[in-house]
């Protein structure tokens, strides 16, 4: 029933986005927000609604409205934030590639078109699928044993069939909300500004250290997946058992600048779990302080 239920939902989202029964109306700045920053959430704004649509832009306001106003966050973070939260909420998926070479384009039409060719996984690329599609796609190549193949794909304006592909999976946006990866994204962005917000409350001075963890994350491949796999290492290593009160780091910031410059594009993370294991070590070394914030 589950499934029945993905279908219509998703056939109602695609028929509602054909005949304009949607809600497009832009989102407002959120209120509250400082002079310093309406600029840049101005431009984030325009940039969900490109992205995506106007209900993503809405979640980036709502995203935002949760630290505008709130101890610890002044204007210069409350700026970081919005400009990550931008970057990260726009992540580089095909459909973001296939869309950026038709902006490309239009903006430049008399640039001497060439082939793009870019390096990504097979399984990259079927969780930009529908959930429901990608699922059983995920489940074959798995039995091949090509979930994490590389794969070279073209992103071209070299004629107008290539032209036409690019639209082809730029349109594939529609869908890309009932996708394995959004849904993966959509978690890792609240886990991210979740973070945060423990930052606040339990070691202030670390939140913007944590809140620029957001870069370590980018592009797409084997580096988006190293980098997401080391992000996790470091928020499960170090900073989630330090507001647990399970390790105690008085100086939150630095290990965590620590442990970022041990990381290398290593999926073993060998040097990272070096680091990590290394710090968590100085805490519970005699003479330490043992006890919890």
């Known amino acids: 029933m589950a499934v ?10 695609l028929f509602a986005d054909i005949i304009g029964e949607r809600d497009e109306s832009v989102p407002y700045l959120p209120d509250g927000l400082p002079e310093s920053v309406v600029a840049a959430a ?12 106007t209900a993503y832009a ?3 306001v709502e995203r935002l409205a949760r630290f505008i106003g709130k101890r610890g966050v002044d204007d210069a973070m409350l700026l970081r934030i919005a400009q990550l939260m931008a970057m990260r909420m726009s992540y580089e998926d095909a459909i973001r590639i296939a869309q950026l070479k038709l902006l490309e384009l239009e903006a430049y039409p008399d640039t001497p078109r060439a082939d793009d060719v870019r390096k990504l996984r097979l399984d990259e690329m079927v969780e930009a699928l ?22 070279s794909i073209h992103f071209s304006t070299a004629n107008r069939f290539s032209i036409r592909r690019l ?35 339990r070691q202030p001075q670390a939140a913007s250290v944590i809140a620029e963890t957001a870069t370590m994350v980018q592009g797409y491949g084997d580096a988006y997946r190293y980098g997401l ?24 910031a630095g290990a965590v600048r ?27 070394a ?3 302080d043992a006890a919890g914030e």
């Open 130 to 151: 529908p959930t429901i599609v990608a699922e059983p796609l995920l489940d074959v190549l798995d039995w091949f044993g090509w979930v994490h193949k590389r794969v």
């Open 286 to 288: 005699p003479g330490a």
């Open 42 to 53: 101005s431009d984030a704004i325009h940039l969900m609604i490109e992205y995506q649509g």
């Open 167 to 201: 639209k082809i999976e730029a349109s594939l946006r529609r869908w890309r909300r009932y996708s394995i990866r959004y849904s993966k994204e959509r978690q890792w962005v609240e886990r991210w500004l979740h973070m945060i917000d423990r930052a606040l409350t």
């Open 4 to 13: 029945f239920a993905d279908i219509r939902e998703s056939l109602q989202y």
């Open 258 to 284: 620590e442990a970022r410059a041990a990381a290398l594009p290593d999926p073993r993370q060998a040097a990272l779990k070096r680091k990590i294991a290394e710090i968590r070590a100085r805490c519970a």
């Open 229 to 252: 796999a080391d992000w996790h290492a470091i928020i499960d290593g170090l900073v989630k058992p330090t507001f647990d009160g399970v390790l105690h780091l008085p100086d939150l």
């Open 58 to 60: 809405r979640l980036y």
